[in-house]
């Protein structure tokens, strides 16, 4: 079974600085997909940003990008230039492309942004 | 706002009540998903639905029964449930199954059993 693990429960940053969210997962797969989810406190999940394991590119999305370490089982998210909206719970997760339908979540790293 | 639609936002019941949740989702979506979110915990993926068809069930406990009549639509009916039930559920849908696509949720109900 898959297992996604986030190390960081609690992450805290200056605004305009740059942070680095950790997340490593377990899989026997050799394709599958990985994305980061934000969860503001409005509840609401929100996509931040993807990356297909077959890529070695990795994904960049305005101020956030990933650090995708394929043979280490890595998955960092980088997000530049802080800002207050950016504080959440931050989700990493996994799917693959056989088998199970379901994303499989890491527990999260609340994120919080210092004015 | 992002499309998919969770009915209540709050809800309270007692252990011998009969509820529903609601999720609508107007994305055009063919898959559409419960998890729960316990504090300190993972989400949890409950079931999923493709095409109004159940294709996957993770040993979810018989008193949380979903219903899907259409793909735009997704129920789960709750009875008899225990305050270990307490938790956030979360509805999302997707494209398809398939893995590159993203999932969308909606903003959860809150359940608290007393």
Known sequence: AQTVTQSQPEMSVQEAETVTLSCTYDTSESDYYLFWYKQPPSRQMILVIRQEAYKQQNATENRFSVNFQKAAKSFS??????????????????????????LTFGKGTKLSVIP | ETGVTQTPRHLVMGMTNKKSLKCEQHLGHNAMYWYKQSAKKPL???????????????????????????????????????????????????????????????????????
Do not use: W
Not at chain 1, 77 to 102: E, N, W
Not at chain 2, 60 to 83: D, G, K, M
Not at chain 2, 86 to 106: I, K, N, P
């Open chain 1, 77 to 102: 998210l980088k997000i530049s230039d802080s800002q207050l909206g950016d504080a959440a719970m931050y989700f990493c997760a996994y799917r693959g492309v056989t088998g199970s339908y379901q």
């Open chain 2, 44 to 114: 949890e993926l409950m079931f999923v639905y493709s095409l109004e068809e159940r294709v996957e069930n993770n040993s979810v406990p018989s008193r949380f029964s979903p219903e899907c009549p259409n793909s735009s639509h997704l129920f789960l009916h709750l009875h008899t449930l225990q305050p270990e039930d307490s938790a956030l559920y979360l509805c999302a849908s997707s494209q398809d199954v398939q893995g590159r696509t993203e999932a969308f949720f909606g903003q959860g109900t809150r359940l608290t059993v007393v």
